[in-house]
């Protein structure tokens, strides 16, 4: 059955859709997407949250948090982010912090995936293909058209995926907590998210020492080579977790920043790292 929605969440589902066009404009490799994430919400939290300016702050800080996906499948994050902080808006006590964030980070890793592969890969270069086609003949109806197919499936997919995430986040994840299953989707999630950090780290994280000890005879010991052998990537496990532990320290981001600049100046300095 299709489903209605009120003038009001019509209204709210336009200003995601249309906010959600500036994803690229304030990409920065903290947060990526997710001061932009905040702004398509900045609309609808004031809204839902009025006159709970405790929960409306802390929603916009949240909401804030790192993000980053394919800009057309985002629609679905957005869309299960309004229901829920609806929700969480009439219910503090339905929906926690934990949630929200969790599905949200547990849905962008696949929908990244997805999305990529789909019109990087898959839909550009079909387009592309046919307007390349028209335009090497001189027929302007080449870019027309690529932009046409590129740009308008790209749109119509956002749009929908952002009414689906609204739907989905309204209707299933309220029935779930009736039925218990919104402690493994939580907990899912959570796995997920926790399966990320290790990705990005692994990916993103790089420590290396080039250290070598003379061992006499002729002989070296070359010290990354022994932390590869124990772990790959234990250097970068490691520097994870102590950052963890300062920042439970209630160390500020700032000042993680500079002790890790310092040691890595003065350990590159004395051929450390």
Not at 114 to 134: E, K, Q, T
Not at 144 to 151: D, N, Q
Not at 176 to 198: D, E, N, P, R
Not at 231 to 260: N, Q
């Amino acid at each position: 059955m299709k489903k209605t929605y009120t003038p009001e969440e019509k209204k709210n589902l336009r200003h995601l859709f249309w906010r959600s066009g500036h994803f690229w404009a304030n990409f920065n490799m903290v947060k990526m997407m997710g001061q932009t994430y905040a702004f398509c919400l900045f609309p609808i939290l004031n809204e839902v949250y009025a006159g709970k300016e405790d929960l409306r702050r802390e929603a916009m800080l949240r909401n804030t948090e790192f993000f980053n996906c394919n800009a057309s499948m985002s629609g679905l994050c957005l869309g299960v982010s309004y229901a829920l902080e609806k929700e969480r808006a009439a219910n503090p006590d339905s929906v926690s912090p934990q949630m929200i964030t969790n599905i949200k980070t547990s849905l962008m890793g696949p929908l990244a995936a997805i999305g990529d592969s789909l019109f990087f890969n898959c839909i550009r270069v079909i387009s592309g293909g046919i307007g390349i086609a028209l335009a090497s003949q001189g027929n302007p109806l080449g870019v027309v058209l690529f932009v046409a197919i590129y740009g308008g499936l790209f749109l119509a997919l956002k749009w929908t995926l952002i009414k689906l995430g609204y739907g989905l986040g309204t209707n299933v994840i309220t029935e779930a907590f009736h039925s218990g299953i919104i402690g493994m989707i939580t907990q899912s999630a959570c796995i997920m998210g926790l399966m990320m950090v290790g990705a990005l780290v692994a990916q993103m994280v790089s420590v290396q020492i080039p250290l070598v000890v003379p061992m006499g005879g002729g002989a070296e010991m070359v010290v990354q080579t022994i932390f590869d052998e124990i772990m790959p990537g234990l250097l970068e496990l490691g520097l994870l977790f102590g950052i963890v532990a300062l920042l439970k320290r209630k160390w500020k981001p700032i000042t993680v920043i500079a002790l890790i600049l310092v040691m890595a100046i003065t350990g590159s300095f004395f051929g450390i790292f």
